[in-house]
């Protein structure tokens, strides 16, 4: 019973303190002059932020129940540039110094503030002179030991970056932050929220030595970014004399990299890809350069280590090597159709490279696998650089197709499309998984060397083919053409010239070499030279293509090569129509002539022999006999 009476006394002994202490704020408010509240409400904001307040609407004091003071349309200058401009500032005093009669403000808010920052050419901003300011009341203050009030609030306040030196200006709204104002401790720190680019994005911001950090001295930071394209966070060292450094650990991530450059007013890459990316890497930054090393970087599920730097003092430049064990192409190449739905024509769509100017790249990549559309390379090494709008993919060296592929591919900008060069050495490759893996074509076995050198501009992939120039050369060993046995069809039409041709579609002709040598003008192909040579048959072939059109008008001799009696068999052919599906047709008159019962027909054509020769001749050709059908102008008997 004791100790619950103790408790009941203990808790009426601070009621009544409470009460007297209210109280005597109460009766106090009667007695503090109005103006020295004021008046010591905006010593201690100059004395704290080291700025000049300028109050230019009215003001009003409230002591009870809790002290505050109330500033209208509110500027802080240095009494030559204006950087600040709020509706209102309200000063909340601290309550025991009140007690006492003194006014001491706890912190600060700030209602509808307007924060403008401008970059003039030379790289000084109008904040300068103020920062310096600040530096020098905070020393000031600190020294005399006298309190600072510790917290500043911004609630929904605006800030205007107006960067003179890139002609830009950039707004944040809906500012609402709550900054630890070093009062007690030397560390910062600010947190909250703000809208940029239509946007929310939430961030704090922590400074181990802020008076450090004010002066340009070095000081620990910890910056946190977090919105709907992505997260950012730092860890790290600030200084900003004699020039701009940090150094810290970096790591960002972002579920869309193009929307993200988008949203930032950057040139996205053209094409595809580009997406879910998250990077971390130990930072350094001097001046306009930031260099990462042991970087950790995934680009559309690719993975890679190793070095960038990018530097924007000037033209923006990005440089690095990196080393992946797989890189997968598919996602930018995806976006670049080479022909229509069907697979028949070449895709006429527009095609320009807008998102390759602005920036200049010399990035060197090296991966264990690297998976292209329809093809799939080994240990490749390629070094991508890029400036004033014009791409070099040069390939150092590829294991792919059993062989190795050397060479280099240009894509330049220009004002309505895109220029396209390209110069490729494979050398002993499949020739059957090249072919069909990068080109296309399923015709062709064996191993080979293949050298590539063409170029051409236009607005659309068909514009590019119409303008194609240059060259082709295969030279191939031990393989052999496929769906089309030459051998067994030539044996076939030696002995019956006359019958039908069911394996033209069918079968293979190996061969001991093959050459192939292409020219290449405006889209039109002059085929100078193919050869093919192997035990049983040659064969040699010479005419044009047109690569706009993707059709043929070839001739060409095939030989079936007799070892045994010295006479081989020379059947002429054209190769005619659509390259994806041609027509071969041999030389209908050399079977005729060869077939001895349908040399009468030929002699008939050719006007030498009556209708009864020929009569006798089809019925040899088709087997049947019987009563010659009535001429045309004979009426039947009844």
Same mark, same amino acid.
């Given at each position: 019973?004791?100790?619950?009476?103790?408790?009941?006394?203990?808790?009426?002994?601070?009621?009544?303190?409470?009460?007297?202490?209210?109280?005597?704020?109460?009766?106090?408010?009667?007695?503090?002059?109005?103006?020295?509240?004021?008046?010591?409400?905006?010593?201690?904001?100059?004395?704290?932020?080291?700025?000049?307040?300028?109050?230019?609407?009215?003001?009003?004091?409230?002591?009870?129940?809790?002290?505050?003071?109330?500033?209208?349309?509110?500027?802080?200058?240095?009494?030559?540039?204006?950087?600040?401009?709020?509706?209102?500032?309200?000063?909340?005093?601290?309550?025991?110094?009140?007690?006492?009669?003194?006014?001491?403000?706890?912190?600060?808010?700030?209602?509808?503030?307007?924060?403008?920052?401008?970059?003039?050419?030379?790289?000084?901003?109008?904040?300068?002179?103020?920062?310096?300011?600040?530096?020098?009341?905070?020393?000031?203050?600190?020294?005399?030991?006298?309190?600072?009030?510790?917290?500043?609030?911004?609630?929904?306040?605006?800030?205007?970056?107006?960067?003179?030196?890139?002609?830009?200006?950039?707004?944040?709204?809906?500012?609402?932050?709550?900054?630890?104002?070093?009062?007690?401790?030397?560390?910062?720190?600010?947190?909250?929220?703000?809208?940029?680019?239509?946007?929310?994005?939430?961030?704090?911001?922590?400074?181990?030595?802020?008076?450090?950090?004010?002066?340009?001295?070095?000081?620990?930071?910890?910056?946190?970014?977090?919105?709907?394209?992505?997260?950012?966070?730092?860890?790290?060292?600030?200084?900003?004399?004699?020039?701009?450094?940090?150094?810290?650990?970096?790591?960002?991530?972002?579920?869309?990299?193009?929307?993200?450059?988008?949203?930032?007013?950057?040139?996205?890459?053209?094409?595809?890809?580009?997406?879910?990316?998250?990077?971390?890497?130990?930072?350094?930054?001097?001046?306009?350069?930031?260099?990462?090393?042991?970087?950790?970087?995934?680009?559309?599920?690719?993975?890679?280590?190793?070095?960038?730097?990018?530097?924007?003092?000037?033209?923006?430049?990005?440089?690095?090597?990196?080393?992946?064990?797989?890189?997968?192409?598919?996602?930018?190449?995806?976006?670049?159709?080479?022909?229509?739905?069907?697979?028949?024509?070449?895709?006429?769509?527009?095609?320009?490279?807008?998102?390759?100017?602005?920036?200049?790249?010399?990035?060197?990549?090296?991966?264990?696998?690297?998976?292209?559309?329809?093809?799939?390379?080994?240990?490749?090494?390629?070094?991508?650089?890029?400036?004033?709008?014009?791409?070099?993919?040069?390939?150092?060296?590829?294991?792919?197709?059993?062989?190795?592929?050397?060479?280099?591919? @240009?894509?330049?900008?220009?004002?309505?499309?895109?220029?396209?060069?390209?110069?490729?050495?494979?050398?002993?490759?499949?020739?059957?998984?090249?072919?069909?893996?990068?080109?296309?074509?399923?015709?062709?076995?064996?191993?080979?060397?293949?050298?590539?050198?063409?170029?051409?501009?236009?607005?659309?992939?068909?514009?590019? @083919?119409?303008?194609?120039?240059?060259?082709?050369?295969?030279?191939?060993?031990?393989?052999?053409?496929?769906?089309?046995?030459?051998?067994?069809?030539?044996?076939?039409?030696?002995?019956?010239?006359?019958? %039908?041709?069911?394996?033209?579609?069918?079968?293979?002709?190996?061969?001991?070499?093959?050459?192939?040598?292409?020219?290449?003008?405006? %889209?039109?192909?002059?085929?100078?030279?193919?050869?093919?040579?192997?035990?049983?048959?040659?064969?040699?072939?010479?005419?044009?293509?047109?690569?706009?059109?993707?059709?043929?008008?070839?001739? %060409?001799?095939?030989?079936?090569?007799?070892?045994?009696?010295?006479?081989?068999?020379?059947?002429?052919?054209?190769?005619?129509?659509?390259?994806?599906?041609?027509?071969?047709?041999?030389?209908?008159?050399?079977?005729?002539?060869?077939?001895?019962?349908?040399?009468?027909?030929?002699?008939?054509?050719?006007?030498?022999?009556?209708?009864?020769?020929?009569?006798?001749?089809?019925?040899?050709? @088709?087997?049947?006999?019987?009563?010659?059908?009535?001429?045309?102008?004979?009426?039947?008997?009844?």
């Amino acid at each position: 019973m004791n100790a619950v009476t103790a408790l009941k006394r203990l808790g009426l002994a601070l009621a009544a303190l409470i009460v007297i202490a209210f109280g005597s704020i109460w009766v106090l408010s009667f007695f503090i002059s109005v103006d020295a509240v004021r008046e010591q409400a905006k010593a201690e904001i100059r004395a704290a932020t080291g700025l000049e307040p300028v109050f230019r609407g009215q003001s009003s004091v409230r002591l009870f129940p809790a002290g505050s003071v109330t500033f209208h349309d509110v500027l802080l200058a240095d009494g030559k540039n204006s950087a600040l401009v709020a509706e209102r500032l309200v000063a909340n005093l601290r309550f025991f110094p009140l007690l006492l009669g003194h006014v001491e403000t706890a912190d600060v808010m700030l209602e509808h503030p307007t924060i403008t920052v401008d970059i003039e050419r030379s790289g000084h901003s109008n904040w300068a002179t103020l920062l310096d300011r600040l530096v020098r009341g905070r020393g000031d203050k600190l020294h005399a030991r006298q309190p600072i009030f510790s917290a500043v609030r911004i609630q929904d306040g605006t800030v205007i970056l107006n960067d003179k030196t890139k002609s830009s200006v950039e707004r944040f709204d809906h500012v609402n932050m709550s900054l630890a104002w070093p009062g007690i401790s030397k560390s910062f720190g600010a947190t909250g929220h703000f809208d940029w680019r239509g946007e929310t994005l939430e961030g704090s911001v922590t400074l181990a030595d802020f008076s450090a950090a004010l002066s340009g001295a070095a000081s620990g930071i910890k910056l946190r970014l977090t919105g709907q394209h992505g997260k950012l966070a730092f860890d790290g060292n600030l200084s900003t004399k004699p020039t701009l450094k940090i150094s810290g650990v970096l790591a960002a991530d972002s579920p869309s990299l193009r929307k993200t450059l988008l949203w930032a007013g950057a040139n996205a890459p053209p094409g595809g890809g580009f997406e879910k990316v998250a990077i971390k890497a130990d930072t350094n930054v001097v001046g306009g350069t930031v260099a990462l090393s042991n970087v950790n970087i995934e680009l559309d599920h690719n993975r890679a280590e190793g070095v960038l730097t990018f530097a924007f003092d000037g033209r923006r430049t990005l440089q690095g090597t990196l080393a992946a064990d797989m890189l997968d192409l598919r996602p930018y190449v995806s976006a670049i159709k080479f022909v229509d739905a069907d697979q028949r024509e070449w895709n006429d769509g527009h095609v320009s490279l807008d998102g390759m100017t602005g920036f200049d790249v010399d990035l060197r990549l090296s991966a264990a696998t690297v998976l292209l559309s329809n093809a799939k390379l080994g240990r490749t090494a390629i070094a991508a650089n890029l400036r004033d709008g014009q791409l070099v993919l040069t390939v150092g060296e590829s294991q792919a197709f059993g062989g190795i592929i050397k060479g280099a591919i @240009t894509l330049g900008d220009i004002a309505n499309g895109l220029n396209l060069k390209s110069q490729l050495q494979f050398s002993d490759v499949d020739l059957d998984s090249c072919l069909t893996q990068l080109f296309n074509l399923r015709r062709l076995e064996g191993k080979g060397n293949i050298s590539l050198a063409v170029s051409g501009t236009g607005d659309s992939i068909l514009g590019v @083919t119409r303008t194609l120039n240059g060259t082709v050369n295969l030279v191939g060993t031990d393989g052999a053409l496929v769906g089309l046995n030459v051998e067994q069809l030539l044996r076939r039409l030696e002995r019956r010239p006359l019958s %039908g041709g069911a394996e033209l579609h069918t079968g293979r002709t190996p061969y001991q070499r093959i050459e192939i040598g292409l020219n290449i003008t405006n %889209g039109k192909v002059t085929v100078d030279d193919v050869k093919i040579e192997g035990s049983a048959v040659r064969l040699a072939l010479g005419g044009s293509a047109s690569i706009p059109a993707r059709n043929l008008n070839l001739t %060409g001799t095939a030989t079936l090569l007799s070892a045994a009696t010295g006479n081989d068999f020379e059947l002429p052919f054209v190769v005619q129509g659509s390259w994806d599906d041609p027509i071969v047709l041999p030389d209908a008159q050399l079977l005729i002539r060869r077939s001895g019962a349908a040399a009468p027909l030929l002699n008939a054509v050719r006007g030498h022999l009556n209708r009864d020769t020929v009569r006798s001749a089809i019925e040899r050709l @088709t087997g049947q006999t019987g009563a010659a059908p009535a001429p045309a102008d004979t009426a039947p008997q009844k």
